[in-house]
């Protein structure tokens, strides 16, 4: 398998930051690949709240994830606060990427994590089916 590459955009459009817990780690002590996925999904939240929606009301739509890649780039530990920037690519007739870069701080210089991309479709929970997506202004 090709190692996967992530390409960023320039820009972020917001940042929080999450702090590691130690049921974060694996048995290798550090966090495992399954925790960053976690990480993404907790930065998106926080990303989606941070405009006044939530993954079953962005607009009146809901949305799904289809797919994820991450490129891991450093490890995480125990007491270890990640900043995580998440920014939305274009959005399509039914979905849009999300970019997110995973950072922590090292003896003053900021070190890349990762970085990941997650799918989203916009989708319809109460009828089960594809949604168009849409903008909608609050």
Same mark, same amino acid.
């Given at each position: 398998?090709?190692?996967?590459?992530?390409?960023?955009?320039?820009?972020?459009?917001?940042?929080?930051?999450?702090?590691?817990?130690?049921?974060? &780690?694996? +048995? @290798?002590?550090? !966090?495992?690949?399954?925790?960053?996925?976690?990480? =993404?999904?907790?930065?998106?939240?926080?990303?989606?709240?941070?405009?006044?929606?939530?993954?079953?009301?962005?607009?009146?739509?809901?949305?799904?994830?289809?797919?994820?890649?991450?490129?891991?780039?450093?490890? &995480?530990? +125990? @007491?270890?606060? !990640?900043?995580?920037?998440?920014?939305?690519?274009? =959005?399509?007739?039914?979905?849009?990427?999300?970019?997110?870069?995973?950072?922590?701080?090292?003896?003053?210089?900021?070190?890349?994590?990762?970085?990941?991309?997650?799918?989203?479709?916009?989708?319809?929970?109460?009828?089960?089916?594809?949604?168009?997506?849409?903008?909608?202004?609050?």
């Amino acid at each position: 398998m090709d190692r996967i590459k992530i390409q960023l955009p320039e820009k972020f459009s917001f940042s929080c930051t999450i702090p590691i817990r130690i049921t974060d &780690l694996n +048995y @290798g002590g550090h !966090v495992g690949n399954d925790m960053v996925l976690s990480l =993404i999904h907790e930065a998106r939240m926080q990303y989606l709240q941070s405009m006044g929606y939530t993954e079953m009301n962005f607009g009146g739509m809901g949305m799904i994830m289809t797919g994820a890649a991450i490129e891991f780039k450093s490890e &995480l530990f +125990y @007491g270890d606060v !990640v900043t995580a920037s998440v920014t939305a690519g274009e =959005i399509s007739k039914t979905g849009f990427d999300l970019f997110y870069k995973l950072q922590k701080e090292i003896d003053g210089k900021k070190v890349i994590v990762a970085l990941a991309k997650t799918g989203m479709i916009c989708y319809d929970y109460d009828r089960k089916k594809l949604q168009l997506c849409r903008r909608r202004r609050k």
